[in-house]
Structure formats: C-alpha cells, structure tokens
C-alpha cells in the first residue's frame, strides 16, 4: 500500500514537473519572439523614416525639373501673354443644350 501510494505521488511530481519545465521553456521562447520583434520593430521604423525622406526629397521642384530634363521630353515654356484667361462662366454659354448632347 505504502508503496503504491509513493509511486502515484511520484508520478504526479515528474507530471507536473514536466509541465512547468515546458510551460517554462514556451515563455522563454515568446521572451525571445517579443525582442526579436521589437528589434524588427525598430529597424522597420528608421526605414519608414530614411523611405519618407526619399520620398518627400523627390517631391521638390528642383528635383523634378532635373528629372524632367534628364528624360529630353523637349518641353517649351510657355510665355504668360500667350495663355488665355477665360472670365465668363461656361453656363452661359450653351443654354441650348439643356440636357441634349449634339455631335
């Protein structure tokens, strides 16, 4: 009897010790899963940053004219005395037209 009953205890301390070992060991592996990932955190971060500077650094005029001469796209620019300013609205213009369309 004696010995059943150490045996059963026994059995019950390997069964628990073994799961605390194995509970111990998931948590130092999600410890090791969080740092891993605040460290990705962070080397995503100065990315977005350096990305966004790009970014902001090729929507300056001065860098877009550069591009656009680099591309020979021969532009011409305009004068302003040969762009036309229109001040009448366009509504007075075709009242004849109330909601036919005339090809």
């Known amino acids: 009897m004696k010995i059943c009953r150490y045996g059963c205890i026994l059995i019950v301390l390997l069964v628990m010790a073994i799961f605390t070992m194995s509970e111990g060991s998931r948590i130092i592996k999600i410890g090791y899963d969080v740092t891993k990932m605040e460290n990705d955190l ?42 036309a300013v229109v001040k009448k609205s366009h509504k007075s213009l075709n009242k004849k037209l109330l909601g036919k369309i005339e090809a």
Do not use: G, H, Y
Not at 52 to 72: G, Q, T
């Open 42 to 83: 962070a080397r995503l971060s100065e990315e977005n940053k350096t990305l966004r500077f790009k970014s902001d650094k090729l929507k300056w005029p001065e860098i877009i004219s550069l591009k656009v001469k680099d591309m020979n796209l021969n532009l011409i620019i305009q004068e302003e005395e040969s762009i």
